[in-house]
């Protein structure tokens, strides 16, 4: 409601000028962090958030990613309703999960269901860096182990879309155990064969990268996304060099052999498409 | 006596120092001082109690990083018989943060696999302070498998602060190497018994702590991230890492409260430096227990209670609408 108001707001208001560009409005224009350049968001939006000018791809969230990619009126919800505790009583902790609720209109940082992709059914996972920075507490690692094993367990593939900063502080070991939880759900769908594809997208660092993000029979990335396990400036401090500043990226990680393909998002659907397409039981009709 | 000394303990030390001075003196002389000698062992009994069972998260945290403290190499010398060290991934090289080999545990042939830090500094460089890069963990997948594939029960030691944050570590697949451990430790079809025994440091713990048992010594801690990294981050200041260690729920028994560990080993009184036959001594009644459990068990039960073990693991709530 609040929200509607400041967009109406905003409505009247003039194109900012390039001085004025730090204080962009968060409604109806956006500043690429790439090439400085001012859109109309839904001019960005319509370019599925791909920067029109550098090419640069902007954060896209879970709801936006269903609808550009998967099958219109196709998807079905699973564990929405699914909210986070405060296990450790740690301070601070909830008044900081309503905040994020309120913001992103989610109520975790991961959307989960079924959908269907070019018409392939699939179970679907897709994190939202917005909340939390798509940290992983207890709730998230439940919603993805229950998306896998529904995917096991009506035999279609599995897909997900990571972005996450790894760990959910505030949850302290639980968190550092779904990484397990997750992890041993894919064994248990790769031992009957499931197939699960990864989709990296920016960031995905820490306890997800070293879990499910880094499993996929398939893993794929978006051009530029920040990947790795450990944080930049961790590593500056240990090795006492500075790292060069590719380091991380999804084209790094290529280059290293980590990835098997970096896929620009204009052409993920149809790349998706195809992999499951080969791996369909007699194929596309 | 003993040559490092943690904060807490201090007064333990002093009054221990001052009986075993008294002790010396009247070895050599007419003097007899058994009477004050007798009150003051009473007063270090009281003392011992007071300071060692009442032993704070930090405290914890400085005992599981006590430079004396048992390695992986030491239990292995307590437990195993015919231990027999076998090296490398196949891959690219080998990585001394993590010993692996084959062994028998009361005559019968196992795989362990541990974490090692060094015990002095020049042991710590070639072992990178117990730190794995990706080709310690997939020295310790190579064994997991060749130890499935022979039907040998795998026992891991967990003592890292975690995996290496280096440039050569992301460059090989830090993340991949320690993913892949986690999925396939999840589908062995032998018991793997997993025991933290110094500070189990986040995925770098994790990348050998999928099981079927996970245990943890007294005075270990196990940590999404350390309380030094969480002072950093949530109060800006690393100084706040006492605070930290008690918010973040460390201690072996905050993790058997949080029903993620089985069962929560005794240590001697101290710390298990302080007797490392007796300590082993302790570790093997619980494996053997642990083993004679899993072993009833057929390859399709261990496999379910595995994945219902970490299915179980978090706390949520559903909203009600
Ligand atoms: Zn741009």
């Given at each position: 409601m609040l929200r509607d108001f400041f967009s109406k707001k905003k409505r009247y208001a003039?194109?900012?000028?390039?001085?004025?560009?730090?204080?962009?409005?968060?409604?109806?224009?956006?500043?690429c962090p790439n090439c400085q350049k001012i859109f109309y968001r839904k001019e960005l939006?319509?370019?599925?958030?791909?920067?029109?000018?550098?090419?640069?791809?902007?954060?896209?969230?879970?709801?936006?990613?269903?609808?550009?990619?998967?099958?219109?009126?196709?998807?079905?919800?699973?564990?929405?309703?699914?909210?986070?505790?405060?296990?450790?009583?740690f301070p601070d902790y909830e008044e900081k999960l309503e905040k994020d609720r309120l913001k992103s209109d989610l109520n975790e940082a991961v959307v989960t269901g079924k959908a269907k992709?070019?018409?392939?059914?699939?179970?679907?996972?897709?994190?939202?860096?917005?909340?939390?920075?798509?940290?992983?507490?207890?709730?998230?690692?439940?919603?993805?182990?229950?998306?896998?094993?529904?995917?096991?367990?009506?035999?279609?593939?599995?897909?997900?879309?990571t972005a996450s900063g790894g760990a959910r502080m505030q949850e302290g070991v639980?968190?550092?155990?779904?990484?397990?939880?997750?992890?041993?759900?894919?064994?248990?769908?790769?031992?009957?064969?499931?197939?699960?594809?990864?989709?990296?997208?920016?960031?995905?660092?820490?306890?997800?990268?070293?879990?499910?993000?880094?499993?996929?029979?398939?893993?794929?990335?978006?051009?530029?996304?920040?990947?790795?396990?450990?944080?930049?400036?961790?590593?500056?401090?240990?090795?006492?060099?500075?790292?060069?500043?590719?380091?991380?990226?999804?084209?790094?990680l290529l280059e290293h052999g980590q990835l098997d393909k970096v896929i620009h998002r204009h052409n993920l659907r149809s790349t998706l498409a195809t992999v499951l397409d080969i791996h369909s039981p007699g194929g596309e009709e | 006596m003993m040559k490092h000394v943690l904060e807490f303990e201090k007064p333990v030390m002093e009054l221990r120092d001052k009986i075993a001075e008294l002790k010396r003196l009247t070895e050599n002389s007419e003097?007899?001082?058994?009477?004050?000698?007798?009150?003051?062992?009473?007063?270090?009994?009281?003392?011992?109690?007071?300071?060692?069972?009442?032993?704070q998260p930090w405290d914890r945290v400085q005992m599981a990083r006590h430079p004396e403290r048992p390695t992986t190499l030491d239990y292995i010398e307590n437990l195993f018989t015919d231990f027999l060290e076998l090296h490398g991934d196949r891959l690219y090289g080998d990585d001394e943060a993590i010993v692996s080999g084959i062994a028998k545990f009361n005559g019968t042939p196992v795989t362990v696999i541990g974490h090692q830090r060094g015990k002095?500094?020049?042991?710590?460089?070639?072992?990178?302070?117990?730190?794995?890069?990706?080709?310690?963990?997939?020295?310790?997948?190579?064994?997991?498998?060749?130890?499935?594939?022979?039907?040998?029960?795998?026992?891991?030691?967990?003592?890292?602060?975690?995996?290496?944050?280096?440039k050569a570590a992301e460059e090989r697949g830090q993340s991949e190497a320690i993913a892949r451990n986690l999925l396939e430790m999840g589908g062995f079809t032998v018991p793997i018994i997993c025991i933290v025994i110094g500070e189990g440091g986040s995925g770098g713990a994790l990348g050998l702590g999928i099981g079927d048992r996970i245990f943890m010594l007294e005075n270990s801690t196990y940590s999404v991230i350390s309380p030094e990294g969480a002072a950093s981050i949530l109060w800006k200041d690393a100084a706040y890492a006492q605070k930290a260690a008690e918010s973040m729920k460390i201690t072996s028994?905050?993790?058997?409260?949080?029903?993620?560990?089985?069962?929560?080993?005794?240590?001697?009184?101290?710390?298990?430096?302080?007797?490392?036959?007796?300590?082993?001594?302790?570790?093997?009644?619980?494996i053997s227990q642990a083993l004679e459990e899993l072993e009833k068990l057929s390859e399709s039960q261990l496999l379910e209670e595995r994945f219902n073990k970490y299915k179980n693991i978090g706390e949520y709530t559903h909203l009600d609408l």
């Open positions: 003039s194109i900012p000028s390039q001085e004025a560009k730090q204080d962009v409005p968060e409604g109806l224009m956006q500043k939006n319509r370019n599925m958030n791909v920067c029109p000018h550098c090419d640069h791809h902007h954060r896209m969230t879970a709801y936006e990613r269903l609808e550009h990619l998967f099958d219109e009126d196709s998807f079905v919800e699973w564990d929405k309703h699914m909210i986070s505790n405060n296990p450790l009583d992709l070019q018409g392939f059914d699939t179970a679907v996972a897709i994190m939202d860096a917005r909340f939390r920075m798509g940290s992983m507490g207890s709730v998230v690692g439940e919603k993805i182990a229950n998306a896998i094993e529904n995917a096991r367990k009506e035999s279609i593939p599995f897909i997900i879309f639980l968190s550092l155990m779904q990484m397990g939880k997750t992890s041993v759900a894919l064994q248990r769908l790769h031992a009957e064969g499931g197939l699960f594809i990864s989709v990296m997208t920016h960031p995905t660092t820490g306890g997800v990268s070293a879990s499910f993000a880094s499993l996929g029979d398939y893993n794929f990335a978006e051009p530029g996304a920040l990947i790795g396990f450990a944080g930049r400036r961790i590593i500056e401090q240990t090795i006492r060099e500075k790292l060069p500043e590719d380091f991380q990226t999804s084209e790094f | 003097m007899d001082l058994s009477d004050e000698i007798q009150k003051l062992e009473k007063r270090l009994e009281k003392l011992e109690t007071d300071v060692y069972d009442r032993m002095d500094t020049k042991e710590n460089i070639r072992r990178n302070f117990g730190m794995p890069h990706p080709e310690g963990y997939r020295k310790a997948l190579r064994l997991m498998k060749q130890a499935d594939k022979f039907k040998r029960p795998i026992i891991t030691f967990i003592d890292t602060k975690g995996a290496y944050p280096g028994y905050d993790l058997k409260d949080l029903d993620i560990v089985d069962e929560v080993i005794p240590e001697i009184r101290g710390g298990a430096h302080r007797d490392i036959q007796a300590q082993s001594e302790e570790i093997k009644q619980v």
